[in-house]
């Protein structure tokens, strides 16, 4: 979350501002160095509407286009909001936000998913994808719930944290593949029961940090249609899509607060 300006120039004394992934010295925090910066891919145009994925630019034309997987097989979401492409540097960044517990940076993260994201028309409750209450415990907190926190503040929607909930605990999908994720996901994802009446008809961002192949946000968007929302959308900080990594492009958006 924003701090308070005057705090800034203590905060700075104590904690001289660097790049959370290389370490080199920046004027002021919560950003990348130019370096670093230029690491970060962004999925490029033109592009499929529903899932990114790259098309050849003799398929531009006026309108949204689809590809030829989401034309055979149409997604059950309304579109994919991915802040970066996964990358060494990405990589860097989630592995550190996530498992080394710099949860400071979940501000960095989120702010480059909110410049993502299309303008949402109306209200949208904004969910993140759940942990098992034992992987939550072992961690201490859930990434995507950070993430989805400020984005929700950003956007003005409001957030919904417990939406959905893990009913059992999954392995760790590292290393499987697409169909052993699907099964291993298979029923593990449901509604809340005290949030259900509020899912019905309602639009909802789904937030999580990295879509892999797709499996996690399948059991999420299968409950929550299953609840009755109307519309969902999904907003990742990192999407693993390597076809489009040939097409991306360094990220050039400023990096200030």
């Keep these: 979350m924003a701090k308070p300006a005057f705090l800034a120039p203590l905060i700075d004394l104590v904690f001289p501002p660097r790049c959370p992934l290389c370490g080199d010295a920046l004027a002021q925090q919560g950003g990348l160095c130019a370096t670093c910066w230029n690491k970060l891919a962004v999925p490029g145009e033109p592009a499929c ?42 990589r860097e960044l989630v592995l550190a936000f996530k498992r080394g517990k710099r949860i400071a940076l979940a501000d960095l993260l989120s702010r480059l998913m909110v410049r993502s994201l299309p303008v949402l028309e109306g209200e949208w409750l904004v969910v993140p994808v759940p942990l098992h209450r034992w992987r939550l415990w072992e961690r201490g907190f859930n990434q995507s719930a950070l993430l989805a926190a400020r984005i929700a503040q950003a956007i003005g ?64 968007l299968a409950a929550l249609r299953k609840a009755g929302a109307a519309e969902v959308r999904i907003a990742c900080f990192a999407r693993v899509l390597d076809e489009a990594l040939d097409h991306a492009g360094p990220d050039d958006r400023s990096l200030a607060a």
């Excluded at 050849?56 to 970066?84: N, Q, W």
């Excluded at 449901?190 to 059991?219: E, F, Q």
């Design 49 to 90: 509407s529903a899932c990114q994925r790259p098309l050849p630019d003799s398929m531009v034309r006026d309108g949204e286009v689809l590809c030829a997987p989401c034309m055979a097989s149409p997604p059950r979401h309304a579109g994919i909001a991915a802040a970066t492409l996964y990358n060494e540097a990405s």
């Design 157 to 220: 929607q409001p957030l919904v944290v417990d939406a959905l909930e893990r009913t059992r605990r999954t392995p760790s999908l590292g290393g499987l593949g697409r169909r052993a994720r699907a099964e291993a996901l298979r029923g593990a994802i449901a509604a809340h029961g005290s949030r259900a009446a509020r899912l019905k008809g309602a639009k909802v961002l789904l937030v999580d940090d990295v879509m892999t192949s797709g499996a996690t946000t399948d059991a999420c």
